[in-house]
């Protein structure tokens, strides 16, 4: 902006500071020297780590999704076509592939999988044709492996590979007989006469994209957030079904921490993410932008309105409407377990800014296999492979309960570490998988000191 001075001569105003979240940056300084320093080894490290695809890989990617929208476009148009519709509504006959989580947000690896929504007209469902009549269809498809339907999750989801990618394709049906090629889903015109099943899968897309235009560099955020990914599977705390964080909770965590220090390089942003998050006091809530409640009557958050919402123990708030807490699956225990990695995150941190450590030994891996004197083992065997697909995620997705009723039975004396990822003995001649849990006694319990597990 240019105002005029008092001689005439015309001046540059700066303009004040844009502010990002729903409060002010805790701080506004950029990189130093030695900062910047950093930042070129912990960006060397990361791609001596292997955390970038090649180009090869990313244009195979394309490639499938590109076949994946043909599939849904021709199979939307048949379904059209079987309920009688003109030949000109055959002809417009649409659906659209969005993708979301890790590939969106520009910060998926090699190998990852790719979160895709599948958005139909009013008239295909999900239950059945997407669940049956386009099940059938990709299972005849030569290019189509390991194909497992899951229509009881939370957010119904049909995972596949596709020319050995691997694909989670959710599908939504919004409330037009035609949906467009150049559809806006994150317009709130896309949730009218939806249910919440549906809201949940527009969901993925719809956040990933606020969460892109509420962070000060899209860059640093993406460093950052593979970054901090990283370290989160190399110390066992990366798994929503678990109970610890998934995708989605810590681009949310990176995000906020971006908020709180505008222009600060990733090697300094990840230092503060510790820094942060050593001191935060959950239950308080993290949040991007304040909550909408919005005029369509979907329930929002709100610990004061929702008895259930009280019972969180490490909310973190999606931004698009409407704002629902992304880490309820998180117990006491996986909390507790959590916070210890956010301290020695820290401590390495601090070591590194002090020339006493390298980026190296933030991403050591956790030895959990050393860390307990007591381990629960699950163990699940099937009579073939496919079922144990199927047998597996179930027996998964019911751990966090385990983990839960191990806290409540015993009023928290035995504290639970559930290891986020499967064990297989190879020399097993069935078809099987074995999960982990670490227990402990709590620290200073009367408990522990009366008794031995």
């Known amino acids: 902006m240019e105002t005029q001075s008092p001689n005439g001569s015309l001046q540059k105003q700066s303009l004040p500071p844009k502010n990002y979240g729903i409060t002010k940056p805790i701080s506004l300084a950029g990189p130093s020297e030695a900062d910047i320093q950093r930042n070129t080894e912990l960006e060397k490290f990361l791609i001596e ?25 021709s199979w939307v148009k048949q379904l059209t076509r ?15 592939i969005f993708t979301f989580g890790s590939y969106r947000l520009g910060v998926h690896g090699p190998g990852a999988d790719i979160d895709t929504l599948c958005v139909g007209p009013s008239y295909v469902n999900r239950e059945e044709d997407f ?22 999750a939370h957010v119904p989801v049909m995972r596949f590979k596709f ?15 035609v949906v467009p090629d150049d559809l806006d889903i994150s317009h709130e015109s896309v949730l009218p006469n939806v249910d919440e099943q549906t809201v949940r899968s527009l969901n993925g897309c719809r956040v990933a994209d606020e969460i892109l235009k509420l962070v000060p560099n899209v860059e640093h955020f993406r460093m950052t957030l593979r970054c901090l990914e990283f370290w989160a599977k190399r110390r066992g705390v990366y798994s929503n079904v678990t109970g610890f964080l998934g995708g989605l909770n810590w681009a949310l965590l990176v995000a906020r921490v971006c908020q709180l220090y505008p222009n600060a390089v990733p090697s300094m942003l990840v230092s503060r993410f510790f820094r942060v998050y050593t001191q935060w006091r959950w239950p308080n809530p993290v949040m991007l932008c304040s909550i909408e409640e919005g005029e369509l009557g979907f ?16 909310p973190i ?37 002090q020339n006493k450590s390298q980026w190296s030994a933030l991403f050591e891996p956790h030895l959990f296999f050393e860390a307990y004197r007591n381990y629960l083992q699950v163990d699940i065997v099937s009579a073939d492979a496919d079922d144990l697909l199927a047998w597996k995620g179930w027996v998964e997705s019911r751990l966090r309960q385990l983990t839960l009723k191990i806290e409540r039975d015993t009023n928290g004396m035995l504290q639970c570490h559930p290891y ?20 402990q006694r709590k620290e200073g319990s009367e408990w522990s000191r009366r008794s031995t597990i």
């Open 299 to 314: 329930p929002v958050w709100d610990p004061r309105k929702n008895p259930q919402d009280r019972f969180h123990h490490m």
């Open 420 to 439: 986020p990822n499967e064990y297989v003995d190879t020399s097993n001649q069935f078809p099987h998988c074995a999960f982990f849990m670490g227990l």
């Open 82 to 96: 079987q309920r009688g519709y003109t030949d000109q509504m055959v002809e417009e006959a649409n659906a659209v």
């Open 131 to 152: 669940f049956i009549i386009l099940h059938d269809i990709l299972a005849e498809m030569e290019e189509v492996t390991e194909l497992q339907p899951v229509p009881d």
């Open 163 to 177: 020319q050995g990618i691997s694909i989670d394709l959710l599908y939504a049906s919004i409330s037009l007989l």
């Open 49 to 73: 780590s292997g955390l970038y695809e090649s180009k090869e890989e990313a244009a195979k990617r394309e490639e499938v999704l590109g076949h994946i929208s043909e599939i849904v476009k």
């Open 317 to 353: 708030i999606t931004p698009a409407y409407p704002c629902m807490n992304s880490s309820y699956n998180v117990s006491l225990s996986t909390l507790r377990v959590m916070m210890e990695q956010f301290q020695f995150g820290n401590r390495i941190c601090v070591e590194i800014e």
